[in-house]
């Protein structure tokens, strides 16, 4: 029996997949939505308004290669001020999170493999981003 007749065969018996048409991979079914809270929805709100509206001082990598983290910042005049510690490729998985001050990672060098920013979240604008010092 020739190849092509064989594989027709197999086919025909459902003993085999067709070969693919192209090489897209097949969409996965999204997640279930879940509920979040007004705090949880405002502090993804200040992210991607953040991400979106950021330009990155030169040296720095593409943003979706950092791990992102964000914080409030505890200030004493009563200013609403987010604080964002972000760490290059390698350091730790690259996305993007909430956390408190306490929680950020802490290196004292880096380049721009460690940006930081500070952002008025009642201006609702960026104060500034910076790639941190070389030791």
Not at 21 to 43: C, H, I, K, L, R
Not at 79 to 105: D, Q
Not at 114 to 130: G, K
Request: aromatic share 8%; hydrophobic share 40%.
């Amino acid at each position: 029996m020739k190849p092509f007749q064989l594989l027709a065969l197999f086919l025909a018996l459902g003993c085999a997949q067709a070969p693919a048409q192209d090489n897209q991979t097949v969409p996965q079914p999204a997640a279930p939505a879940t509920q979040t809270s007004g705090a949880e929805a405002e502090q993804e709100a200040i992210m991607t308004r953040i991400e979106r509206e950021i330009r990155l001082p030169a040296g720095a990598a593409p943003l979706a290669s950092y791990a992102r983290f964000y914080a409030w910042q505890e200030r004493e005049d009563g200013r609403r001020k987010v604080i964002g510690v972000w760490l290059g490729a390698g350091e730790r998985t690259p996305g993007r999170r909430w956390a408190t001050e306490n929680e950020f990672p802490l290196i004292l060098d880096g380049g721009c493999g460690l940006v930081t920013l500070s952002y008025d979240a009642d201006a609702q604008r960026i104060e500034h981003v910076t790639c941190n010092g070389d030791a």
